[in-house]
């Protein structure tokens, strides 16, 4: 079970305590927990995508920005262009 699914089952079973910050706490959860489950997430100066993947030849639109163990790749208006990570 998730972290978040736990705490949301605590709060739920314990709204007497939490009185009126159930909400706030709810709420909160939800984001968290899309934060987890994104594929992308900007925070202040960070920007993270979750998820590594490596392009074919033809796939993705211009601007888009993927990564695997060994390159950061960018789609470009001639293709993929790729950078080293090492």
Do not use: A, C
């Not at 959860?29 to 995508?49: E, H, Q, S």
């Not at 796939?59 to 262009?81: P, Q």
């Amino acid at each position: 079970m998730g972290l978040v699914k736990r705490i949301t089952q605590i709060v739920e079973r314990h709204k007497v305590i939490f009185g009126k910050m159930s909400n706030y706490i709810f709420k909160s959860l939800k984001v968290i927990d899309t934060l987890i489950t994104t594929k992308f997430i900007v925070l202040g100066n960070n920007i993270r995508i979750n998820q590594s993947s490596t392009p074919s030849s033809t796939e993705g639109e211009v601007g888009e920005i993927r990564w695997d163990d060994n390159y950061l790749w960018v789609k470009t208006s001639t293709g993929w262009k790729k950078t080293n990570l090492t």
